[in-house]
C-alpha cells in the first residue's frame, strides 16, 4: 500500500496512476541538504541519503537552497560553502554521480532589500542570475512589490517558491497573473500534487497547472520521508500535466 493510500484511503487513487513514467525532471533545485543550516537535514548522513534518493531518481544535478532569513536562519556563503565542499567530498568518496551546488531560499522579509543591495545574493542558473525567494504563510509582505522591483532591475531573475502554498492568494488568484505578467517564475512543490500539505494547496496546485503558471519543480525535500512520497508524485497526474509543460529545470 503506496503512503496516499495509507493517509488518504481511496480518493487519493483516483488521482493516481499505474502507467510507467519516466521521471523528466533531471535538475532538483529547491531542497534542504546541507545539515545543520536550517530545519532540514541536520547530519551529513541524512544529507548524503537524500542526495543518493535524488540520484535514484534519475537526477543528474541538485542545487539545494536553505532558508535565509534576516532573524532566524542566518545563513550565507561564508558558513554554506565549506559545508557544500564537505558533502561533494563525501559523494565523491562514496563514488556518488550527481552534480551538487548551494544556493538559498531568501525570505522577503525586513533586511532582504539590504542584502540585495549589498549584492553576493547566492544565485544559481545558466547566467547565475536565478534566484529563489518565499514569502512569509500568514501575510503578504509590504514589500514584496519593491523588493521584486530591486531584483530585477538589478538584472536578476526572481523565482517565487510554492506559490500554491500561501493561504493568502487563496481567495485572490488574480495575484497569480499579475506576478507572472511582472516577470516572476513560478515554482511548484511536487508534494502539492499529492495533496501533502493541505487540499487548498493542492487545489491552488491544479489552478496554476490548469492555467500554465509553473515554470519549474522543485521537491522541497526537508527529510527522509518528504522523499519517499516523491515516490507517489511521480505516479500523480498533475505531475505528469506538469510535466507536460516547457520546464526550466534541466537548463538549470
Ligand atoms: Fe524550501
Redesign the pocket.
Known sequence: MSFLSKIFGKSSQVSQTNIPFDNPIQVEF???LIFGVDDGCQTIEQSIELIKGFAAMGMRKIIT?P?IMSDFYKNSKDNLFPLRDQIRAELKLQNIPIEFDVAA?YMVDDGFERKIAEGNLLTFGPNGKHILI?LPFMNEPPNLSSALFELQIAGYQPIL?HPERYPFYNNERTKFHELKDRGILFQLNMLSCVGYYAKQVQEAAQYLVNNRLIDLVGS?AHHIKHQQILQDVLQNKLFHKVCEAELLNNNL
Open positions: 529547491h531542497s534542504h537552497t532558508h531560499e518565499e517558491a522541497d
